[in-house]
């Protein structure tokens, strides 16, 4: 064998090695509140850096255009088994990349170039992957747009009816990237019915939260439901779809061969782990402590002040408008970072600032819930931000901050076995 074969990264590329211990690093010291961010377990590191990733596998199970392929497409069979378990599918496929291409895979299955599609607006909670102009689904296809009802900032399904019905669109979105709230996926099941449009629900954010009992479960509702395999359900990076019996042959043909070659076996063996890990108790007691948390902080922020979209949250997600503290969603974003908060600016409905300047700051309770923080550490963090964005030129306040958050952080080890950045 090669030299070069069984060298360490460290040996072969130093500066790549030491980018990721800093990452390590700033994982474990930061506190973690990226809505769409988790940490995955030790078991998915494991399969994640694993030898399955030496392998190609083009096509299904019992149908893979390579050979030696014996193992591999039995674990594909696992995972597709576990998914529709999980959620109550008819189907699955787990092999998309991501999940942009899982909605793209329902948008090759079931409209063409030029059709109508009714989806939420990217400013009101959506996902580029909707319709936004500058994504494949806004260049290809006549977008509708809805959103949410400027008094309540929840979606006004008065108007996403009548949009239905001005429309005809053959394809309906429901789902979001940054709404706190429950979505009434019945109400969408009979708007869709009434004009004869496919139903696909984007469950990305809130997989976890369904698949732990804490989230109604849109799957009965849908013709499609996408989502990734991380976020919420913490699991590996990845994505998958679900559909009605009806439709299976049509999106795994526009999957493969339509859309991608060769899936990625690892990420499709993480898939099994995470579908697993995520029907246990000990999963919904985790699903459970999410929700728990996000409505404490949403309650702290309240009270120190702060205005939330929507007034609060039902999942993982809150929307907090900063402007009162006389800051950009931007500004909030860099502020928090250098308390070691992690964050990411977003827009709020109707927002006047632009889109890579915003208004708000979504924050979210996965990832810090993993590292099993609870009640008490709500209150914390929420007074760290809003000391932090209260006094943004305050020196002295955000040195004190972030030695708090640091200390915090320790309190709740992150993989505290790890020597390197990887499971040795």
Known sequence: MNKIMSETLNSIDPEIYDLTKKELKRQRVHIELIASENFVPRSLLEIQGSILTNKYAEGYPHKKYYGGCEFVEVIEEIAVKRACELFGSDHANVQPHAGASANQ???????????????????????????????????????VAYGVSRETETID??????????????????????????????????????????????????????????????????????????????????AFVLCKKEYAQTLDRTVFPGMQGGPLVQSIAGKAVTFLLAGTEEFKEYSAQVVKNAKVLAKCLTERGFRLVSGGTDNHLILLDVRSRNVTGKEGEILLGEVGITTNKNMIPFDPAKPMVTSGVRLGTAAITTRGMKEPEMEVISDAIERVLSNPQNENIKKEVKAHMAALAEGFPLYPELVEPWVN
């Open 105 to 143: 895979a329902v948008f090759f299955a079931t409209v063409n170039p030029g059709d109508t599609v009714l989806s939420m607006k990217l400013d009101h909670g959506g996902h580029l992957s909707h319709g936004h102009p500058v994504n494949f689904s806004g260049r290809f296809y006549n977008i």
């Open 157 to 238: 399904y008065d108007e996403v009816e009548r949009l239905a019905k001005e429309s005809k669109p053959k394809l309906i979105i429901a789902g979001a990237s940054a709404y706190p709230r429950f979505i009434d996926f019945a109400r969408f099941r009979s708007i869709a019915d009434e004009v004869g449009a496919v139903l696909l629900v984007d469950m990305a954010h809130i997989a976890g939260l369904v698949a732990g009992g804490v989230h109604p479960n849109p799957t009965p509702y849908s013709d499609f439901v996408s989502s990734t395999s991380h976020k919420t359900l913490r699991g590996t990076r990845g």
